[in-house]
């Protein structure tokens, strides 16, 4: 390694050389080697973003392989809400830097290194090894369950275990035209609740769905569910077609509901085209103000009825924010919060941080004991004007 420079092909071939449970281990050899990183520890995001897992690399100590912290308010939220590394006294004459462990805006955790001395040249080269190991894990993680084990710090039951297998592994995206951001707080008993992404080479691809029911039923009905809106998206389906075919599986192999929205994303133009399956109706952050948009609606996925779905569109804007929901984010004891208010107090936050504090209002307002899921997905529009104003009213077809 010329200069202590990190050399990006030696610390993968490493990587790929050890277990896939030894990413962090890998990375903090080679910082113990370069840089003479005393201590080095990864801490796991949680899956609802409220606690840290630390997971200690080589050189921790036994009695702190795991240990559980609360994220609110502390110096690791600064670096992750920022996405900017931080330096701290460690109170013994050394250093501790925290950097944040991110891929393509899907805060994975944070990279926490002592040393005695960081200059600039040392900071930049524990950024990298950051990002490498950002990397690093996303691809190790489909080897082993430590890295889905370190993001659990309560007890998972059956339905929340099948509900979390159909969720993307990124809650997070960032590209060129967009930002999004999803959330899924779930209910004391599973309420069925999914969201789901995709990125095509011109056409971003969304879901959220509410399959009726609570625990494994409702969990089962999901995975239905998804399963078709995946099988017809992968054939090229748009949500016209993903609508038909969702529906015609719960039909044939259920006698379940679901309420749903289905959105596919022009990434040239910011035309959106969508299936509003009787599912509470978004909201649009455009010029300084939240309004719903105004869509049609129709039955839901199930229901045995002649009505035929609709195709609807709805024009994006630069710097619009569209939130979708489920109606877990608005019933009950959620209702007590103003949704729209907190939609425009967030405007200036990352959609991931919007996404935290619109599910920690709701989790909040119901004392932390939800009776249905509350799911919520930011999208932020970046992309180029098209066409004529729009007013951000649903278009139907």
Known sequence: MEGGDLELGELLAAAEAAPPGE??????????????????????????????????????????????????????????????????????????????????????????????????????????????????????????????????????????????????????????????????????????????????????????????????????????????????????????????????????????LATGQLLCVDLDTGRVNLVNAGHPRPLLLRDDAVAEVELAVNLPFGVAAPSPYRLQVLHLRPGDRLVLLTDGMQERGAAAVDLASLVHGTRALHPREAVRSLTAAVLAACHGNLRDDATVLILDWHGNRCGPAETGRAVHQ
Do not use: W
């Open 23 to 256: 990413s962090v281990d890998v990375v903090a050899h080679d910082l113990q080697k370069r840089l003479g990183a005393e201590r080095v520890s990864f801490l796991f995001v949680d899956l609802i973003g409220q606690r840290l897992v630390r997971l200690a690399a080589a050189g921790g100590e036994a009695d702190d392989t795991v240990q559980s912290l609360d994220l609110q308010g502390s110096v690791y939220d600064g670096v992750l809400k920022s996405q900017r590394q931080q330096v701290e006294e460690d109170g013994q004459g050394g250093q501790c830097v925290i950097t944040p462990v991110t891929n393509r805006g899907d805060c994975i955790g944070v990279l926490e290194v002592t040393l005695q001395c960081a200059d600039d040249v040392v900071l930049r080269q524990v950024r990298d090894a950051a990002h490498a190991l950002a990397y690093i894990i996303v691809t190790d993680r489909r080897f082993t369950d430590l890295y889905h084990l370190g993001r659990r710090t309560t007890e998972t039951s059956l339905a929340a275990e099948i509900q979390h297998q159909l969720l993307p592994s990124a809650p997070c995206c960032e590209a060129e035209q967009f930002t999004l951001a999803a959330g899924l707080v779930p209910a004391d008993d599973i309420g069925g609740d999914t969201y789901d992404y995709t990125l095509d080479r011109d056409t971003l691809h969304l879901s959220v769905t509410d399959a009726m029911g609570h625990d494994t039923n409702s969990a089962l009905l999901a995975t239905l569910l998804v399963g078709a809106l995946r099988r017809s998206r992968r054939s090229g389906c748009d949500p016209l077609k993903q609508a038909q075919h969702a529906h015609q599986a719960m039909l044939a192999h259920s006698r379940g």
